[in-house]
């Protein structure tokens, strides 16, 4: 009866085994905190279902599977892989075309070979914001759907700073208007932060209802008080140069600052996230708000200051777009990057780094599928399909396990707390 | 006669834990056999096999001598085995007869609902087996002793043979509890077969016929009350001596440190849950709250940590006016809680180890200095109070949620206690976890008290209350309706003040 020695004791019956990992452990553990097989394999299968898609939209398969279906499905083959050939060469740059440019020795032509590469940075920058913004709700378990409204009040802010003050050194003048745009983006964020603090006023509803005020706000400022003289179109002044984010190369390569000043964003929210009292808190309220309560954090600050710093990172996005790239506000200088990025949050786990490698995945594909439908006439929106595939797979993980057979984990993933409709 | 039940060697993996290992176990027509073990034991996992909910990875289930495969909760029905659950599946706004029917509901004309076909059966069952209850009541209106009658209605109109009880006591009164034995008594010696799940030793001694107690999955012995006592038992359940009666000496109560006058505290639905409650804790006792589960025991304990603003009335700790101060401010005032969700209040299980036990120091020195966190002093910390604690972790750095119920309140208890306090206020601060952690976290409230610390202890476990108490408020409806010293309370009194009966014998 007493078979005391016979039963195996479990892991946490032994004694506290109290040794540390490294430094460099405990950082590595924090970046991989859930698995990180599930968004590569996710990845790996939107590309799959992707050349599906491409292989189905290709007219050859359709007109010669009557004769021979064996031929059709090999003509899928070919169109999905010519497809994809033409993507990350238009991405990423041809080798033989970069090779051929060295050859030749023109200065002019080697920067127009490396060029998709850059091309694919910078299509990535305003990703890397959005996506830090969203991941940064997440975090406090809100959920931001208002990063492209605040994006556009960041638009706003840093293009009126960048043409209406003149003479100013270029040193502050850009960092002037791209903080304007962080602030304009913050403040965005602030108001549905306050009224879901003060009344409890859902922010997914009232981020959206900030999105189309934004919007609306948008038309109307380049329609009057903001409207570009002597042109009939609905566009702001262009701004001054020395508000212009610096750029590295001679055309055409666009390359410039903001992919820096992006990376350098991403490693401060790291820190504040991770490093300060402000972080724990924020992530605390957002892992457990009852136990955040309990542990005396003050719920309702966290909740305004989560959103109005979820703001600011999307307002940088949008200043980041214009002093970078279009120099002017327009109706339609954002493809979509707030919305883009809530599905880009999720696939790099609201994890700044994951954050920054999925901005750069998506900045890829963009950048190769403008190519794609120029050279090889797939239309562009199989990226934006590709896209909602990934983010299915990462929001069922269920399918990728049962598909590649991989076991549940044993503990519960640090998945992100959301709360839901009715919820506190 | 073949036993109405047997489960032969059941062996059920889950990944990385063996929840059953082999069990066997007989139940025989008639008899009432209880399953004593410790949470995560395996009882709940072979009971969810038995209903159907889980698949056995190995073993055989025989029903009246024959083999039978249990797929689902329709399969364990038919044949004939029904469950109480811990938490009541009935709808409040319907009728006894309505919730008795639903699911199975009889009908007259082609679909007019026959109510009384039912009810007339329900009357049926109350007078066969003593279990009094007015079908057409609404549910809602009914004290949870007779909710829970509605229940075994409900499995005895299904015609079940085989009643599996789990933890059926955790929401009664002793009273409701005796109750409930006898109407279990009534049903063994009409034929029908219990399975009686529980934790608590002295009820298997007083009801069962025969014990089995399960440990780490596995069988360690069948038994019966007379040969067994609770100390064996208990020893069975833990695999080694357990003390069961904490040791304390008489309190010396000192300085007053909290006093609560007049307070009323409203509910999430507005309701005034605390109705006029006035009490006072010296440093250096434990007063006891005792109290049937829904008597706003939590709303009170809201009020005296901050976590809710009472409507009226006035709390002081040390002193100091806190009746609308924040949890932070009261903290401050050298003020501890063991929250009584823990899981949903008092950790972030998502979190490391390192990180819930500083989950209300993590912003000062030495864990943050100029706002930066600084993870070598909570590292240390967490180190020392695990050792000091005896916290079960492989690492400091592994999630909270991966650890056992038992550690996980000790999480709570080290963050706690190992700060210098004035007040504890300790809400169930061992339900649901094993008997030696309960063992350890009494001793540590003890010792709590005897350095001088005013201790506020809610429980729902009368026997709790009454090991440690030094003076008992019994709270019912809201109002606390009489303060008693240990020394002049029985179990018998205090049971009957839970139940709303005061001394004079009326009810209130």
Redesign the interface.
């Given at each position: 009866?007493?078979?005391?020695e016979k039963?195996?004791k479990?892991?946490?019956?032994?004694?506290?085994?109290?040794?540390?990992?490294s430094k460099v452990g405990?950082f590595f553990?924090e970046v991989s905190q859930s698995s990180l097989i599930i968004p590569i394999l996710a990845i790996i299968c939107g590309l799959l279902l992707g050349g599906v898609l491409i292989a189905l939209s290709t007219e050859e398969v359709y007109s010669t599977f009557a004769e021979s279906p064996l031929q059709a499905i090999g003509n899928g083959f070919k169109a999905a892989w010519e497809g994809y050939v033409t993507l990350f060469t238009g991405a990423l740059g041809s080798p033989a075309r970069i090779s051929e440019a060295i050859e030749s020795g023109d200065p002019r032509e080697i920067r127009r070979a490396i060029n998709p590469v850059f091309e694919s940075l910078v299509k990535s920058i305003p990703y890397i914001f959005a996506g830090l913004a969203v991941s940064l709700g997440f975090r406090t378990g809100l959920f931001n759907i208002g990063v492209e409204g605040q994006l556009f009040m960041g638009g706003i802010f840093s293009v009126w700073v960048g043409y209406t003050f003149k003479g100013l050194p270029a040193y502050i003048h850009f960092p002037f208007a791209f903080l304007a745009g962080a602030l304009g983006g913050a403040l965005w964020g602030f108001i549905p932060g306050l009224l879901k603090a003060l009344t409890g006023g859902h922010e997914v509803i009232n981020t959206i209802m900030m999105n189309y005020v934004a919007f609306r706000l948008t038309e109307w400022l380049l329609r009057i008080p903001m409207k570009r003289e002597g042109s009939t179109n609905p566009l702001s002044p262009i701004i001054e140069e020395s508000a212009e984010l610096p750029r590295f190369f001679e055309p055409p390569i666009r390359f410039h600052t903001g992919f820096f000043i992006a990376l350098g964003i991403a490693a401060l929210v790291y820190w504040f996230l991770?490093?300060?009292?402000?972080?724990?808190e924020l992530r605390?309220v957002g892992?457990?708000p009852?136990?955040a309560?309990?542990?005396?954090?003050?719920i309702l600050k966290n909740t305004v200051l989560a959103m109005s710093l979820s703001g600011a990172l999307a307002g940088m996005a949008g200043a980041n777009e214009l002093l970078g790239l279009n120099h002017h506000l327009s109706q339609s200088f954002s493809p979509g990057y707030g919305f883009d990025a809530i599905a880009l949050a999720l696939l790099g786990r609201n994890h700044p780094v994951g954050v920054v490698l999925s901005a750069l995945l998506f900045g890829t594909l963009r950048t190769g599928a403008t190519r794609m439908q120029a050279v090889a006439g797939i239309p562009i929106d199989i990226i934006s399909v590709m896209q909602a595939m990934i983010l299915a797979f990462i929001a069922a993980p269920a399918i990728i396990r049962t598909i590649f057979r991989l076991?549940?984990p044993?503990?519960?993933e640090?998945?992100v707390r959301v709360s839901g409709w009715g919820g506190s | 006669m073949a036993p109405i039940l047997e489960l032969k060697s059941i062996t059920k993996r889950f990944p990385g834990v063996l929840a059953n290992d082999k069990i066997s176990f007989s139940l025989e027509e008639g008899e009432i056999h209880g399953m004593l073990g410790e949470n995560g034991a395996g009882k709940t996992t072979l009971m969810n096999i038995l209903y159907g909910l889980y698949h056995p990875d190995e073993g055989e289930i025989y029903i009246r001598g024959k083999s039978v495969e249990i797929e689902s909760s329709r399969d364990a029905i038919r044949g004939g085995i029904g469950m109480v659950h811990q938490h009541f599946m009935l709808i409040p706004v319907f009728t006894v007869t309505e919730n008795v029917m639903l699911g199975d509901e009889p009908t007259k004309f082609g679909g007019i609902l026959d109510r009384e076909s039912t009810a007339a059966r329900i009357r049926d069952i109350s007078s066969t087996y003593g279990l009094e209850v007015d079908p057409g009541a609404m549910v809602s209106t009914l004290p949870v002793g007779v909710q829970q009658r509605v229940e075994i209605i409900k499995l005895l109109y299904r015609e079940a043979e085989i009643l599996i009880f789990d933890e059926p006591t955790s929401v009664l009164t002793p009273q409701e509890a005796n109750q409930l034995f006898r109407i279990m008594r009534s049903l063994a010696e009409s034929g029908k077969s219990i399975i009686f799940i529980t934790h608590k030793l002295r009820e298997v001694l007083e009801v069962a016929d025969r014990i089995t107690v399960i440990r780490d999955g596995k069988v360690i012995g069948t038994t019966s009350p007379e040969e067994a006592d609770k100390r064996k038992l208990a020893s069975m359940m833990v695999g080694r001596d357990v003390v069961l009666e904490v040791e304390k000496t008489k309190a010396k109560p000192t300085d007053l440190t909290m006093r609560v006058q007049n307070l009323k505290v409203l509910d999430d639905r507005n309701a005034l849950t605390v109705n006029g409650v006035s009490f006072e804790v010296k440093a250096g006792e434990i007063l006891g709250i005792a109290g049937v589960q829904g008597n706003g025991q939590t709303e009170l304990i809201e009020a005296l940590t901050g976590l809710r603003h009472p409507v009226e009335g006035r709390i002081e700790l040390l002193g100091t006016d806190i009746t609308r101060s924040t949890p932070r401010q009261i903290t401050e005032l050298g003020s501890a809680h063991i929250p009584e969700d823990r899981q949903r209040d008092g950790l972030v299980l998502t979190y490391p180890v390192t990180d819930n036990l500083v989950l209300n120091t993590y912003y000062i020195k030495p864990f943050t200095r100029r706002a930066v966190i600084q993870p070598e002093a909570i590292l240390e910390n967490s180190k020392d109070l695990i050792e000091a604690f005896d916290i079960r972790t492989p690492s400091p750095l592994v999630g909270l949620g991966t650890l056992s119920g038992g550690n996980q309140q000790k999480v709570i208890v080290a963050r706690e206690l190992s700060r210098p306090i004035k007040l504890l206020v300790a809400a169930q601060p061992t339900r649901g976890l094993d008997v030696g952690s309960i063992e350890y976290i009494h001793g540590r409230l003890i010792e709590k008290r005897d350095q001088g610390v005013a201790v506020v202890l809610v429980s729902t476990e009368l026997d709790e209350i009454m090991q440690l108490s030094d003076r008992i408020a019994v709270m019912y409806r809201g109002q606390v309706l009489d303060i008693v010293a240990i020394e002049d309370a029985t179990k018998e009194s205090i049971g009957l003040l839970m139940a709303g009966i005061q001394a004079e014998g009326q009810e209130t």
């Open positions: 009866m007493t078979d005391a039963t195996p479990k892991e946490t019956n032994e004694k506290p085994k109290v040794d540390v990992k405990i553990e991770f490093k300060t009292k402000w972080g724990f605390t892992a457990n009852h136990a309560r309990y542990a005396g954090m003050n076991k549940e044993k503990e519960e640090p998945g | -």
